[in-house]
């Protein structure tokens, strides 16, 4: 049986944002995300690729193995955190005339990063939020002393969403930060502008 989404050269979407919400599908169902590639005329070009795909000409960055030397001439002492490699999986689509898009190139093949065992939904382009849903999110926020946790769990069971309780911070903190105490946001006003830092001390807890 095949796959509802899967991708194929000659499709043809009603506009960018259709093929745009197709590929989200297929790569979710594949268990990797996407981001938009560079191209000259946006109004013209919808390129689509891995979101393990590092910027083009990016030359100053460091290979990602220890001890071997880059085009600067640095060599990497130290593991890369990042998980940007050159992976080729692209997608590209042209306007029509007629204000539909084809795609016209496809490749398929992932490489230099883990696909199999990976959870579609680690990624934040893979947990979208609806307008419905982000108005309930703030409003359980400002009105509620439920944690970010059990917020998720609460979205994703009336609107069938995969929220992580850090994307409920990450999309109320500034609801978050207002109905704090005047103190606590004056202390995390100072942390935020560096003038409170933590240190952890060798065998402490803290």
């Given at each position: 049986m095949?796959?509802?989404?899967?991708?194929r050269?000659?499709?043809?979407?009603?506009?960018?944002?259709?093929?745009?919400a197709f590929?989200n599908?297929?790569a979710?169902n594949?268990?990797?995300?996407?981001?938009?590639?560079?191209v000259k005329?946006?109004?013209?070009?919808l390129?689509?690729v891995c979101?393990c795909?590092r910027?083009?000409l990016?030359?100053?960055?460091?290979p990602?193995?220890?001890?071997?030397?880059?085009?600067?001439?640095?060599?990497?002492q130290?593991v890369?955190?990042s998980?940007?490699?050159?992976?080729?999986w692209?997608?590209?689509?042209?306007r029509?005339?007629?204000d539909?898009?084809i795609l016209?190139?496809?490749?398929?093949?992932h490489?230099g990063h883990q696909i199999d065992g990976?959870?579609p939904?680690?990624?934040p382009?893979?947990?979208?939020?609806t307008?419905?849903a982000?108005?309930?999110?703030?409003?359980?926020?400002?009105?509620?002393?439920a944690s970010?946790?059990t917020?998720?769990s609460?979205l994703?069971?009336t609107?069938?969403?995969?929220l992580?309780g850090?994307d409920?911070?990450n999309r109320?903190?500034?609801?978050f930060r207002?109905?704090?105490?005047?103190s606590a946001?004056?202390?995390?006003?100072?942390r935020d502008?560096?003038?409170i830092y933590?240190v952890?001390?060798?065998g402490?807890?803290l």
């Amino acid at each position: 049986m095949n796959n509802p989404y899967d991708l194929r050269i000659g499709m043809v979407f009603e506009s960018d944002a259709t093929a745009r919400a197709f590929v989200n599908a297929h790569a979710i169902n594949n268990n990797f995300a996407v981001k938009n590639g560079v191209v000259k005329n946006k109004d013209e070009t919808l390129l689509i690729v891995c979101k393990c795909n590092r910027k083009p000409l990016n030359t100053g960055k460091l290979p990602l193995e220890v001890g071997t030397k880059g085009d600067n001439g640095t060599t990497r002492q130290k593991v890369a955190r990042s998980m940007l490699c050159d992976c080729p999986w692209r997608v590209r689509f042209k306007r029509r005339f007629n204000d539909s898009w084809i795609l016209t190139e496809l490749a398929e093949q992932h490489d230099g990063h883990q696909i199999d065992g990976i959870n579609p939904h680690a990624y934040p382009e893979n947990r979208p939020v609806t307008a419905e849903a982000r108005a309930t999110m703030v409003d359980l926020v400002q009105h509620s002393s439920a944690s970010f946790s059990t917020i998720a769990s609460v979205l994703n069971a009336t609107y069938g969403l995969s929220l992580l309780g850090r994307d409920v911070y990450n999309r109320t903190y500034d609801n978050f930060r207002e109905n704090k105490s005047p103190s606590a946001r004056f202390i995390e006003t100072l942390r935020d502008e560096g003038y409170i830092y933590s240190v952890k001390l060798k065998g402490s807890s803290l």
